[in-house]
């Protein structure tokens, strides 16, 4: 039982280049979300999606771009990756809104 | 979302119970409470949630006030692997996100 699947777990790179964090989950579930955590911080949100094809801007969406093309993947583009995008990456997916969330181990990601 | 307070750390011994409290004076009456827990560097895990009454599950009990301001989450039995940062949340029926505090860090020590 996967549950939700990050990939990369690791990434480094450099000022300028660009990427894409992948997030799937095998529990059919219509609600997905990308978070990012700072060193002594709290999850903040990026972008979410309440189903397939549908997106919306969380907290800190600037930077960031995403997509939700299959329901069971969720894709988060950095077109352009700056040192401040350096965090750790997480993406959650639940069956409906305020059902609990699960959430994926995290990519970590460095941005030199 | 109502705001929460909660101790930034706490220490608990291996097999104790431990309390951790939440407090949440501006909740409304829709509100959920929810707890989660980031163990290291993993992703955050659901423990419980809760409106009005107490609940419970087989990781946890959730302790509620009447005037719904504050709550408990105790871990009946505390273990090492308990060591983690608790989160405590209050999000409104139907929202789509989770506002993540600071948390508490408890440390269950031998």
């Known amino acids: 039982n996967a549950g939700v699947t990050q990939t990369p777990k690791f990434r480094v790179l450099k000022t300028g280049q660009s990427m894409t964090l992948l997030c799937a989950q095998d529990?059919?579930?219509?609600?997905m979300y990308w978070y990012r955590q700072d060193p002594g911080m709290g999850l903040r949100l990026i972008h979410y999606?309440?189903?397939?094809?549908?997106?919306a801007k969380g907290e800190v969406p600037d930077g960031y771009n995403v997509s939700r093309l299959k329901k069971q993947n969720f894709l988060l583009g950095l077109e352009s990756a700056a040192p401040s995008q350096t965090s750790v990456y997480f993406c959650a997916s639940s069956f409906l809104p305020n059902q609990p969330q699960h959430f994926g181990d995290g990519t970590r990601l460095s941005i030199l | 979302d109502a705001k929460t307070t909660q101790p930034p750390s706490m220490d608990c011994a291996e097999g104790r119970a431990a309390n951790l409290p939440c407090n949440h004076s501006t909740i409304s009456g829709n509100e959920y409470v929810y707890w989660y827990r980031q163990i290291h560097s993993q992703g955050p895990q659901y423990i419980i949630h809760g409106l009005k009454n107490n609940e419970t599950n087989e990781m946890a009990s959730l302790i509620i006030t009447e005037d719904r301001k504050s709550s408990t989450l105790i871990l009946p039995h505390a273990t090492l692997r308990d060591t983690a940062v608790y989160y405590c949340?209050?999000?409104?029926?139907?929202?789509?996100?989770?506002?993540f505090g600071q948390g508490t860090r408890l440390t269950i020590n031998p």
């Open positions: 999606s309440v189903g397939e094809g549908t997106t």
């Open positions: 949340i209050v999000s409104i029926q139907g929202a789509q996100k989770l506002v």
């Open positions: 529990m059919n579930h219509e609600y």
